[in-house]
């Protein structure tokens, strides 16, 4: 490819939208184009980063043996009704109607259109196993997209579902997709981690998701440097503290604290742990009728040490609060507690409330929370003594750095990552409602258990920058990037012995199977290589005058501080090294 055919338009400014590191080099490298919000034009430089995610995508799931579709954009709101999904997804679903007043949508993902298929198509267990992907665009309506591919509206995604006859045939097909996942995504070149993630309503230990590491990554990793052990903050265990509670050994008192609410400013103000503190939080359940009215309510107040942060995952699991639960309002809470957020505890409530304390709180002694009255806390709380022992006891807080590895191999680190691929166990939460169903070997019908394997194809590239740039601009892995080698002649349009050189080698690296550019577009050296340094080509070959005349060419990858000299006779050879390093 000569760089004058080709369409680079790299800018020296990022737009002022551009928040993180990604959007402004794929809008500067002239990748990407915004057309509105969270709609991008992917533009020849990163259309080409994307063909070459998918090539990889597309080799490895066919290697595990799953068979490509492609299923539409726009479906019909009927299948979505089947399952509930057309009402319960919320505004993230764009609905849409056609001229005749019919429903439909614009695909966020398409369990429903699949599932379909599967009942159509797979009659019999003989059909079984199949495994369905498709690489397709997707639309989620984002309430606020941002940062550029990360958190788009429009994207593209592979996503892939299995249909199986039992749940031992379920567990098969996923773990045959965790291994092709890995092999993905070590052939992007990108660190990343696959943590245990939350199942949600569905249950079970079968949901990875595949993490790239970044500082700048929404998602908080947790893991294990002396182990395997790795989790999303969602899933990971704290462990309940080892040994029985302490004896009390303060007297329960009554304490001003004037205008501190926080744990952070009571510790402060009493000169005492952190630690000592305890975290109030007041959630409530409702009971409905046929109608969806409200008939009753109950309040429920959680207790978390003060340095600690609830996990609303966690929480859904508590029996009671399993079914759904919501923050409690102001009235509720002063009517509860008699008085507003800030000064609550569970001594001396106003009305009856449903306890259920953390595995830590669940052991301290002699602990400080709120009196319930503004301005007032009380300090030396023991449990039996001074209140009745919880309703519930549960791990409903954060991790924090340090913690005991639920493994009971080491302690947990935790670090930042960008999530770009998730595998999880369906069951028959589509099969059923839907009356999917095949022929078994008794000749009955039978639900499909089915799984779901996701990976978000323009967010990879987004999160590879993330994790590999400088001032500078982008540096690809190998893999993905989108020239392998960039030909870097000086006054090419002045030296026919340049032009020839550089025609060659370009020639060669092409004949060869090599992804090579080269820049026959007159640039002065300096612009010419900061647009490839933007771009982030990991391998460039400069080509001059007085190089030709000293017999040598320069070599620099992208990552390289300074080039390297290599004998012009021999820069073919050592640049196919370099590629198969």
């Known amino acids: 490819m000569r760089a004058s055919q080709f369409l680079i338009s790299t800018l020296k400014e990022a737009p002022a939208d551009a928040e993180v590191a990604s959007h402004r080099l794929m809008t500067r490298a002239g990748m990407i184009k915004k ?88 009659r019999s ?47 098969r097909s996923y773990q045959a997709m965790a291994k092709a996942y890995r092999a993905i995504f070590d052939r992007f070149g990108l660190r990343y981690r696959a943590v245990a993630a939350d199942s949600g309503a569905i249950g079970g230990d079968l949901s990875e998701e595949f993490q790239v590491i970044a500082a700048t990554g929404e998602d908080a990793i947790v893991y294990c440097p002396e182990s395997d052990y790795a989790a999303n903050m969602e899933k990971a265990e704290a462990l309940a503290p080892k040994g029985p509670r302490e004896a009390a050994s303060k007297p329960m008192t009554k304490t001003p604290t004037p205008g501190k609410s926080t744990c952070e400013d009571v510790a402060a103000l009493l000169n005492v742990p952190l630690q000592t503190t305890v975290k109030s939080l007041v959630l409530a359940t409702d009971e409905t009728n046929d109608k969806g009215e409200v008939v009753k309510s109950q309040v429920w107040l959680l207790l978390v040490r003060g340095d600690h942060d609830m996990n609303e995952i966690k929480v859904g699991k508590v029996p009671g609060l399993d079914n759904g639960f919501r923050f409690a309002t102001v009235p509720e809470i002063v009517e509860h507690f008699g008085t507003k957020p800030g000064y609550l505890g569970p001594i001396n409530t106003k009305k009856p409330v449903k306890v259920v304390a953390d595995r830590e709180v669940a052991v301290m002694a002699d602990w400080i929370c709120g009196a319930n009255e503004e301005d007032f806390h009380i300090t030396g709380v023991n449990w039996g003594r001074d209140l009745p022992e919880p309703d519930a006891v549960a791990d409903i807080r954060n991790v924090v750095e340090g913690d005991a590895s639920p493994d009971g191999k080491g ?28 022929l078994d070997e008794d000749g009955k019908p039978k639900p499909f258990e089915m799984g779901c394997y996701g990976i978000g194809i323009t967010r990879l590239p987004a999160a590879a ?117």
């Open 125 to 171: 267990y003989k059909q079984l196993p199949k495994n369905l992907y498709q690489i397709q665009t997707k639309f989620r309506d984002e309430r606020r997209p941002r940062f550029g591919l990360m958190r788009g509206r429009e994207f593209i995604m592979k996503d892939a579902y299995s249909f199986d006859r039992d749940h031992a045939g379920a567990q």
């Open 411 to 438: 302690k947990l680190a935790i670090e930042r990552g960008i999530e770009v691929g998730h595998i999880f166990y369906l069951g028959t939460k589509y099969s059923v409602p839907m009356n999917a169903t095949f």
């Open 35 to 122: 057309l509105g919000a969270g709609i991008y034009t992917f533009m020849p430089m990163g259309l080409r980063v994307i063909r070459k995610v998918e090539a990889i995508v597309r080799e490895e799931m066919n290697r595990a043996g799953a068979v490509e579709l492609t299923m539409p954009v726009v479906q019909p709101a009927e299948l979505w009704q089947e399952t509930g999904r057309f009402d319960k997804m919320g505004p993230e679903l764009l609905r849409i109607k056609d001229r005749h007043e019919r429903d439909f949508v614009v695909q966020p993902t398409s369990e429903e259109v699949v599932t379909d298929i599967g009942r159509q198509e797979l």
């Open 465 to 581: 920058i993330e994790q590999n740039h400088d001032e500078r601009g982008i540096i690809w892995p190998d893999a993905i990037a989108p020239f392998s080698v960039v030909v870097c002649p000086i006054g090419m349009d002045r030296s026919a012995d340049v032009k020839a050189a550089a025609e060659k080698l370009h020639d060669d690296l092409l004949a060869a199977g090599v992804d090579v550019i080269l820049d026959d577009r007159g640039e002065r050296p300096g612009a010419m290589f900061a647009d490839w340094e933007l771009i982030g080509v990991p391998h460039r070959v400069v080509i001059s005058d007085r190089g030709l005349k000293e017999g040598q060419l320069e070599y620099q990858h992208r990552r390289d501080a300074a080039a390297t000299k290599v004998p012009a006779g021999e820069v073919f050879t050592f640049v196919k090294g370099k590629l198969t390093a």
